[in-house]
């Protein structure tokens, strides 16, 4: 079964701009969450999705937005680009059942300029 | 809110030899799922173990195990036979067992070098 996707794995941007990463979850995961990882905030949930719904969102500007599309991919937005978004992020898609592991994609590294 | 510590920044081993990470938690659910997770230089994230909270035994993967001890909020983990594949970032997180959420509450990282 292949893994969780993100894509692009790198990114550079500059204040004020927008950008939309992108993420496919592992085939049968119906959630979708988002984290940021910087060194100094370390990592810190952005919003979890599910069947297409934003089910809980972390402690983050409304610049930061996501959505979920039928087939469970999900998409994250942030607008208005500034030099703290800088990041790493990073998608994980939640499997079924009682523990629903999070599983983790390679990350999406964003620095902003 | 629930929040994660893990006091160690920095921890080193030496190959072969056993090595502890601490970790404790704050929380006043009663259902909650704790998970150790690997981050190497390529900065995939890799479950280690998981605990279930209602579970007393400690659980085990091969050459990784817990101590857990709820009524300390304590979740340590122990790397038997440490092997240089081991050196990694490893991350402590909590998730609440009520309701629907599976957000993820990270400590902030032991980096942990294995010594040849």
């Known amino acids: 079964k292949a893994g969780v996707t993100q894509t692009p794995r790198y990114l550079i941007k500059t204040r004020g701009q927008q950008v939309t990463l992108s993420c496919s979850p592992i085939?049968?995961?119906?959630?979708v969450s988002w984290y940021q990882q910087t060194p100094g905030q370390g990592l810190q949930f952005l919003f979890e999705?599910?069947?297409?719904?934003?089910?809980n969102k972390g402690n983050f500007p409304g610049r930061f937005s996501g959505r979920q599309f039928s087939n469970s991919r999900s998409e994250m937005n942030v607008s208005t680009l500034e030099l703290g978004d800088s990041a790493l992020y990073l998608c994980?898609?939640?499997?079924?059942?009682?523990?629903?592991?999070?599983?983790f994609g390679p990350g999406t590294r964003l620095t902003v300029l | 809110a629930q929040t994660v510590t893990q006091s160690q920044p920095e921890m080193s081993v030496q190959e072969a030899e056993t090595v502890t990470l601490s970790c404790t938690y704050d929380t006043s659910e009663s259902d909650y799922y704790l998970f150790w997770y690997k981050q190497p230089p390529s900065r995939q994230m890799i479950l280690v173990i998981r605990?279930?909270?209602?579970?007393?035994q400690n659980a085990t993967e091969n050459r990784f195990s817990v101590n857990f001890q709820k009524a300390a909020k304590s979740f340590s983990l122990k790397i038997s036979d440490s092997q240089l594949g081991d050196a990694a970032m490893y991350f402590c997180?909590?998730?609440?067992?009520?309701?629907?959420?599976?957000?993820?509450?990270f400590g902030s990282g032991t980096q942990l070098t294995v010594l040849p």
């Open positions: 994980a898609s939640s499997s079924p059942g009682t523990y629903n592991e999070q599983f």
């Open positions: 605990q279930e909270a209602y579970k007393q």
């Open positions: 999705y599910f069947s297409e719904t934003q089910r």
């Open positions: 085939s049968g995961h119906r959630s």
């Open positions: 997180a909590y998730r609440s067992g009520r309701g629907s959420a599976r957000q993820l509450t």
